[in-house]
């Protein structure tokens, strides 16, 4: 168990759709990270977040938008869902002192837009 | 952009032998972390080891160890006394901040 928690585990949706993943990091981290794991585009960077604020940008769609709260948990929205949003979605933290850029991920929600 | 590049899709391992995985990237950059996760099944992504680009030595967690290759942009992983346990996808990553991870190579252990 890496402490990083992600609700739902999975998530059945329609196009057109729009769906709020959650994530809460390690005690302690500050830093939130989203990744998208697809068949065709393989692991890909999203968005990173530290104490409340955008940090780094990847390939993120303009539909997808995410955000971290005072508590550090941090939510994922995706919407105007599409057939090739389908994808496993990680969350991860990091932030202790000595291990700044370890990342520790969470479970995963798997997303499904029929 | 960074690049990591992992040329074996899959490969396979008898219990208690030792395998290498290998891995290659490109950057400009001097000062970077490089990572090896493992996606069992289950489909968590699990941190098995970690290398600082500054640090000459190997790094060494139990029975994984890596070779780092700074100048020729290389970094491989080795399994020793493979266990059936240690089926799974295994990821090859770039980074500080974000990760780039490679395209992954399957791992078989066969008892």
């Known amino acids: 168990d890496s402490g990083v928690t992600q609700t739902p585990k999975h998530l059945i949706t329609a196009t057109g759709q729009r769906v709020t993943l959650r994530c809460s990091p390690r005690?302690?981290?500050?830093?939130v990270y989203w990744y998208q794991q697809s068949l065709d585009q393989g692991l890909q960077f999203l968005i990173q977040y530290y104490n409340g604020e955008e940090r780094a940008k990847g390939n993120i769609l303009e539909r997808f938008s995410a955000q971290q709260f005072p508590d550090l948990h941090s939510e994922l929205n995706l919407s105007s869902l599409e057939l090739g949003d389908s994808a496993l979605y990680f969350c991860?933290?990091?932030?202790?002192?000595?291990?700044?850029?370890?990342?520790?991920f969470g479970p995963g929600t798997r997303l499904t837009v029929t | 952009a960074q690049t990591v590049t992992q040329s074996q899709p899959e490969m396979s391992v008898q219990e208690a032998e030792t395998v290498t995985l290998s891995c290659t990237y490109d950057?400009?950059?001097?000062?970077?972390?490089l990572f090896w996760y493992k996606q069992p099944p289950s489909r968590q992504m699990i941190l098995v080891i970690r290398?600082?680009?500054?640090?000459?030595q190997n790094a060494t967690e139990n029975r994984f160890s890596v070779n780092f290759q700074k100048a020729a942009k290389s970094f491989s992983l080795k399994i020793s006394d493979s266990q059936l346990g240690d089926a799974a996808m295994y990821f090859c990553?770039?980074?500080?901040?974000?990760?780039?991870f490679g395209e992954g190579t399957q791992l078989t252990v066969n008892p």
């Open positions: 990553a770039y980074g500080g901040s974000r990760l780039t």
């Open positions: 290398q600082e680009a500054y640090k000459q």
């Open positions: 991860a933290s990091s932030g202790g002192t000595l291990a700044e850029y370890e990342q520790y």
């Open positions: 950057t400009s950059e001097s000062d970077y972390y």
């Open positions: 005690s302690g981290d500050l830093s």
